[in-house]
């Protein structure tokens, strides 16, 4: 050894590589460990998520069955009920469209229905006060301070037929707002006239019995003794004020003055709302449906959940105590790893390093040997591989990109060279392939004299598959337009030669259309296509909508034709979806809401004009976003 050069230890490739190597592995480590933890997280989160949900539509769902079995028990009481009504309003009939608060006593005494309760009979008028009433407090009520009820009254007061309502809560007189009287059934039938709204009703202790017997705080009950994540669970119906079942701490989850904020918005979009307390509870308000169509009143209710959080805090300390461990493990197994093998590696490594960097220079006649690990010398004979896969791409990314090269040039010529000059028509056409071929193609078709077939069409999908199904598509249209002077039938007739001689699942959207100069109208068919834009006297006056789905999908596919009048100097701009769906580097599109101002603009100009104003306006958008789709224009001026 020299000693005036001493070794520096510190500095050697293999100590150098051992502590790369340890840091490697710490940083994967945590790298790894915290995705574990984000993955883990995020499955513990849905796990609670949806054991949270399950357990509140459990609840739901229970409250509801609840709903529905008072439901059938109330139920047997209609008949009794309708038959007060009906004998109502033949005693309105035979008194001459009129009734008073003694006959309404009579009819009551006449229909004794023997029922367990108190039967009451009253008269609404059509503005929802109540005018006679076998309850003299209650003539006076006014129920335009509830619209929804008023609204169910009004429904059926125009209606004819007897509708019954369930158990609900009532009014106990003119000046009651919270409906504080006792639970009653009510049932209405709207007078012959419809002048007023005939309603019996049954107040009974018996309903009042029978809800505690089955009632919504049984159920409340039980899922909270079920779930001791369930830190209260509370009902409130539309015209309590109060909650009229609860479990747990009423001072559990939000201020009582938020609920209530909570609660009328539910009832108002019945829309779930979820709110994450301070405190690392949640709060969730539900909109428990039980109103039936045709009641008056709305008996559904709204469930406020509140939630603990403590099992979901417990699995992710449990999640962060693991990755820990594991973090630990893998550190010091690394270290003793990365100490047995540095020796071996460093050797065959320089050596293959060497190699690489040579053929990364561009020898690509270099080949990598030397090497003496098994796992080195396989990695030998798989860069040499490749080195030769990448000689012989190169050869055949050049060969195709020729041949692609060809095909482009093919593909322009099935496309119209230029645009004719013809009488009472101007026209252009453009197209600008996302790559070196395209599935967009356009015609002009002459079918007489006087009637030229406009043509634009979408291929789905792109390069190459699209572009012989843009050649076959465009040959089936060209070879049958003679003989099919309707759009609709043409496109049929294409539709189906498609479906029976494609075997893959392409379409196409086509938009003909057949411009008669004689007659001033254009005839067309959209299957599918972007609706073209037919500019009037300077005003969009349309958008030519489609009247049928793509060509290629189903056979027999039925398509209709529209006739539209024209006039001198109308435009009908046609495009396809790499116009409108052009994005900018914001990933915004282009949209009709810049194309078709942009044709108002341009309204005086000629075809060719506009189609160089719209391409460069996406130009201008796109900025420096690729062009993902391709573009194509038609613009004919008449």
């Not at 006649?365 to 990695?379: K, N, V």
Request: hydrophobic fraction near 40%.
């Amino acid at each position: 050894m020299n000693r005036d050069n001493p070794e520096k230890p510190l500095f050697s490739l293999r100590r150098y590589l051992m502590i790369v190597i340890i840091a490697i592995i710490i940083i994967v480590s945590l790298t790894s460990l915290s995705l574990t933890y984000l993955v883990g997280e995020e499955a513990a989160i849905h796990l609670y998520t949806t054991f949270t949900d399950y357990s509140a539509e459990n609840a739901e769902k229970a409250v509801i069955l609840v709903s529905r079995s008072l439901d059938l028990i109330d139920d047997r009481l209609d008949p009794a009920m309708e038959k007060i009504l009906l004998a109502t309003k033949m005693r309105y009939l035979e008194n001459n469209d009129t009734i008073t608060n003694t006959e309404l006593s009579g009819i009551i005494a006449d229909n004794d229905p023997g029922i367990n309760g108190t039967v009451v009979l009253k008269v609404i008028d059509p503005e929802g006060i109540i005018v006679y009433s076998t309850v003299p407090g209650d003539i006076g009520i006014d129920f335009r301070k509830w619209p929804e009820i008023y609204r169910g009254m009004e429904e059926i007061r125009a209606g004819d037929r007897y509708v019954p309502d369930r158990v609900t809560v009532s009014l106990n007189g003119t000046s009651d707002t919270d409906f504080s009287g006792k639970l009653s059934k009510y049932g209405y039938l709207p007078s012959p006239d419809k002048d007023y709204l005939f309603a019996v009703g049954i107040i009974s202790d018996y309903f009042e019995e029978r809800d505690m017997a089955l009632s919504y705080q049984q159920v409340l009950d039980e899922f909270g003794r079920l779930d001791p994540d369930i830190l209260a669970i509370r009902l409130y119906h539309r015209y309590k004020p109060d909650p009229i079942a609860q479990t747990g701490s009423p001072k559990t989850g939000l201020p009582i003055s938020e609920r209530k904020e909570y609660v009328d918005r539910t009832f108002a979009t019945h829309e779930e709302i979820r709110i994450e307390e301070e405190d690392g509870d949640c709060s969730r308000f539900v909109f428990v449906p039980i109103m039936r169509e045709g009641e008056v009143f709305d008996n559904s209710l709204v469930m406020e959940h509140v939630v603990s959080k403590n099992m979901l805090s417990a699995m992710l300390h449990e999640i962060i105590i693991i990755c820990l461990q594991i973090l630990l493990v893998a550190v010091l197994v690394g270290a003793v790893l990365t100490l047995l093998v540095s020796r071996r590696i460093t050797r065959s490594f320089n050596r293959v390093i060497s190699d690489i960097t040579t053929i990364a220079d561009g020898d690509l006649d270099h080949a990598i040997s030397g090497a003496r690990i098994a796992e080195f010398a396989r990695l030998e004979t798989s860069i040499n591989t490749m080195v030769r896969k990448i000689r012989y791409y190169s050869t055949e990314l050049e060969r195709k990109e020729a041949e692609l090269a060809i095909a482009a040039k093919i593909q322009r010529t099935f496309l119209p060279k230029e645009c004719p000059d013809i009488a009472g028509l101007e026209i252009m056409m453009h197209t600008l392939p996302a790559r070196e071929v395209g599935g967009d193609f356009y015609d002009l078709i002459s079918l007489d004299d006087n009637r030229y077939g406009i043509v634009i069409a979408d291929v789905s999908g792109k390069g190459v598959p699209a572009a012989l199904f843009m050649a076959s598509s465009r040959t089936l249209i060209r070879g049958n337009a003679a003989w099919y002077p309707d759009p609709a039938a043409l496109i049929f007739r294409v539709n189906n030669l498609i479906v029976e001689n494609t075997e893959n699942e392409m379409f196409v959207t086509v938009f003909y259309g057949i411009a008669d100069l004689s007659a001033m109208t254009l005839t067309y068919c959209n299957a599918g296509h972007n609706p073209p834009v037919l500019l009037h006297e300077d005003t969009v006056i349309g958008s030519l909508h489609g009247t049928g789905m793509a060509a290629g999908v189903i056979a027999d596919t039925p398509y209709t034709s529209e006739t539209i009048s024209l006039t001198t100097g109308d435009v009908l701009v046609c495009y396809t979806d790499g116009i409108t769906e052009a994005i900018d580097t914001d990933k915004n599109q282009f949209g009709e809401e810049r194309l078709i101002p942009l044709i108002r603009k341009d309204s005086s100009l000629c075809a060719k004009e506009i189609v160089g104003d719209i391409i460069d306006a996406v130009t201008v958008f796109s900025g420096n976003e690729p062009q993902f789709d391709d573009i194509t224009l038609v613009v004919a001026r008449f």
